[in-house]
């Protein structure tokens, strides 16, 4: 019973107070007076102000709230190691039992995985355990009991109570005297140029009081090993590594692992360097002015990062009429410099309409074909000259041309078209415009005849004559247009066309751009799934083999999802290097950051929970002795109280209450009310009149 005194006036207060005090000026007038009577006056006019009051004993009937207990299990990739698993289950099934044994206690129950709470910072518990007891008012909070294996990356630090309003306990899974061996990163450079080479400085661990000796140490590029060397263990090693392509090249150091130690899913570590292009250089030929001379010009100038050394042929040497050389203001055409000494030095080097005219000799084209087969870039964008004997495909680049020219030139207007193959090609695949039909662009008006002799054809012009072939030979690569009108996509001519994207594109393919590739096996992670694109020009693709960090293997059945792109999206729960491979073609990807906390140390510990523990009254307790799983007793007990002790804890009852309602009892109201004020005015006028 909760007996409390209610006060419910009659009057306004205020006029109750004025009342009293006019009284109390009275009686003390009276007693200064000496008057008869002033104390039973003074009880009168007291009493009558506490009627007007109209107080009343009230009772609360409440019922007690149970107390909010959150049970927070970790799930997360650490506790995949050895029995954790098992033992997780069966300690969360104990203290279920137990709690579920205990009158007016709630069980809050979470789970964290990577989904949850367990993912790229490290596993979250605390985190999840303040969202669960969110909506309970710190009154009703009995505690938290935390199964995990110590490795709790949100546990806050000595002098920092966590916030929840009852004890922390922690019953933690695993061994005390867990051997592990792991890759420590010190140093990873973020950026590199291509084909420099960058320094990564690492050092190896034997935690758990095991020092000394050696241990073998792989280094693999983009999953392929290109380096093997026994390293001190203990020590800060510096590995060089070379930046081979742009964007992300994946490094992976693997060292052997230790016959004694606990898992080997952090023997491994990540290093991701974006490598970055110093400006690509680019030669320009143009064998002669004409109107789309400038159309490639502008689009490669156009790229702040493209270095551009452009000639035009304005005099071959055949041109004789009379004109002093040092009267002429044209620039010597530097053949040897560039196409014999500095030739290696180009990414992409561009024919424009050229034609032979005794500039270049023989050798200098020989130079440009194994140039391309060594691995360079190669861009013929043909005209009318690529038709006639003048052609350079009558010349030692022949061997790298992808199409023989027959002579003829097709002076038609047709609209430029994507072959069924260049539907599925990256370079012309969901080119803008090329749906309609005719596509939504403007005509052209010459082609050169030619018959493919390598490669592939993506566009063509009329009758399914080839428009843009490309190909590759040996390391290098090599397109050929087979027309000089895409100029007028560049002036708008009937509204245009694509040129730039398409002129992008293609340049990108000759620089290996890995994004278009047209036969590559693709993963990109995002968020909680991996994303698995395999890019073909085939009609089907091979299913693919995916290898989590922790070596489970899964087969992944891809579906089309537009022409030459193949996708399947696939949950992942683990933080680390996954694996893809459809028997051809293979890729790697990363999940997390690369060197993630998760991993970072799988030891079972008690240190991180203890603080948390310490500052809240609870306790940190090894929950498997021996290999058997020993729990303490759970009791509940008043707040203040101790939460814990040898082979118990305790959590916090509840204080709260509902109220389910009132009863009243008035104690100035009805005939007892009135007797008493009768009682005491007749008291007054019997004592004044004696």
């Known amino acids: 019973m909760n007996w409390s005194i209610a006060f419910d006036p009659l009057l306004p207060t205020w006029l109750i107070i004025a009342f009293a005090a006019a009284g109390a000026a009275l009686v003390l007038a009276a007693v200064v007076r000496r008057v008869r009577g002033a104390l039973v006056r003074a009880l009168a006019i007291a009493a009558l102000a506490i009627a007007l009051l109209n107080p009343s004993l009230r009772d609360e009937i409440r019922t007690p709230l149970s107390s909010v207990v959150a049970v927070v299990v970790d799930e997360s990739q650490s506790q995949t190691i050895e029995n954790r698993q ?58 938290a009991i935390f199964i995990t294996d110590g490795q709790v990356h949100d546990a806050p630090a000595e002098g920092t109570p966590p916030a929840i309003a ?53 280094v693999r590029r983009d999953g392929e090993e290109i ?9 800060t090693v510096r590995v060089p590594v070379e930046i081979t392509h ?39 030929v143009s064998g002669e002015p004409h109107a789309g001379e400038r159309t490639w010009r502008n689009l490669l100038k156009s790229d702040a990062s493209v270095d551009l050394v452009h000639f035009t042929i304005l005099r071959p040497p055949e041109k004789q009429d009379g004109t002093p050389i040092n009267e002429l203001s044209l620039i010597a055409f530097p053949t040897r410099e560039l196409f014999s000494e500095k030739i290696d030095e180009f990414d992409l080097i561009v024919f424009d309409r050229y034609h032979r005219r005794n500039v270049l000799p023989s050798l200098y084209f020989d130079n440009i074909a194994q140039y391309v087969r060594n691995g360079g870039a190669l861009l013929v964008a043909s005209g009318p000259d690529y038709a006639n004997l003048q052609s350079v495909y009558y010349t030692p680049l022949s061997s790298v041309l992808p199409a023989e020219p027959s002579g003829d030139i097709l002076e038609e207007p047709y609209y430029p078209e994507v ?100 036969e590559a096996l693709r993963l990109k992670p995002n968020g909680q799934e991996l994303l698995v694109e395999r890019q073909t020009l085939g009609d089907e693709v091979a299913p693919v083999t995916l290898t989590a960090p922790g070596g489970a293997e899964q087969t992944v059945e891809l579906e089309q999802a537009e022409p030459g ?57 090894r929950a498997v002795q021996d290999g058997s799983i020993e729990l303490p007793r759970v009791s509940l007990r008043d707040g203040g109280e101790r939460m814990g002790g040898l082979g118990w804890i305790g959590l916090k009852r509840s204080e709260a209450s ?21 009682g005491l005015i007749a008291s007054t006028w019997y004592r004044e009149g004696h």
Do not use: C
């Open 86 to 143: 098992d033992e997780t289950r069966q300690i969360r099934e104990l203290v279920e039992q137990e709690l579920a044994g205990l009158d007016g206690v709630e069980v809050r129950t979470i789970v964290v995985d990577r989904a949850s709470g367990a993912g790229a910072d490290g596993t979250e518990l605390f985190s999840a355990a303040y969202d669960a007891l969110s909506d309970v008012p710190p009154d009703r909070i009995g505690g």
């Open 166 to 218: 009852g004890p922390v306990h922690a019953l933690v899974t695993g061994r005390p005297d867990e051997i592990d061996r792991r890759i420590v990163l010190e140093r990873v450079p973020r950026f590199g140029l291509v084909d420099s080479t960058q320094m990564v400085e690492m050092r190896i661990e034997d935690q758990g009081g095991v020092t000394g000796g050696s241990a073998t140490l792989t």
């Open 227 to 235: 380096d093997t060397r026994d390293v001190a263990i203990g020590e």
């Open 246 to 284: 742009g964007g992300n090249n994946i490094f992976e150091f693997e060292v052997a692992p230790r016959d004694d130690e606990l898992s080997d899913v952090n023997n491994q570590a990540v290093a991701i360097i974006d490598g970055v292009r110093d400006n690509l250089r680019v030669l320009l």
């Open 419 to 518: 072959s069924a193959l260049g539907e599925k090609h990256p370079v012309t695949r969901d080119l803008p415009g090329a749906d309609g039909d005719p596509p939504d662009w403007s005509q052209w008006f010459r082609l050169i005849d030619a018959a493919p002799t390598a490669g592939d054809t993506i566009m063509t012009g009329p009758g399914e004559h080839p428009l843009l072939q490309l190909a590759r030979q040996d390391e290098g690569r090599i397109a050929l247009m087979l027309s000089d009108h895409v100029w007028l996509w560049a002036r708008g001519y009937e509204g245009g066309g694509p040129y730039v994207p398409l002129l992008r594109r293609l340049a990108h393919w000759l620089m290996k751009e890995p994004e278009l590739e047209e």
């Open 565 to 621: 792109l193949w996708q399947a999206r696939v949950p992942v729960d683990e933080v680390g290097l996954y694996r893809a491979s459809d028997g051809d073609k293979s890729a790697i990807a990363h999940v997390g950051p690369p060197n993630p906390e998760e991993i970072a140390d799988l030891r079972s510990t008690t240190e991180r929970m203890q603080p948390a523990a310490d500052a809240t009254n609870g306790t940190v307790t």
């Open 658 to 678: 509902s109220l389910d309602g009132v009863e009243q009892i008035p104690l100035f109201s009805g005939f007892l009310g009135l007797a008493v004020l009768l």
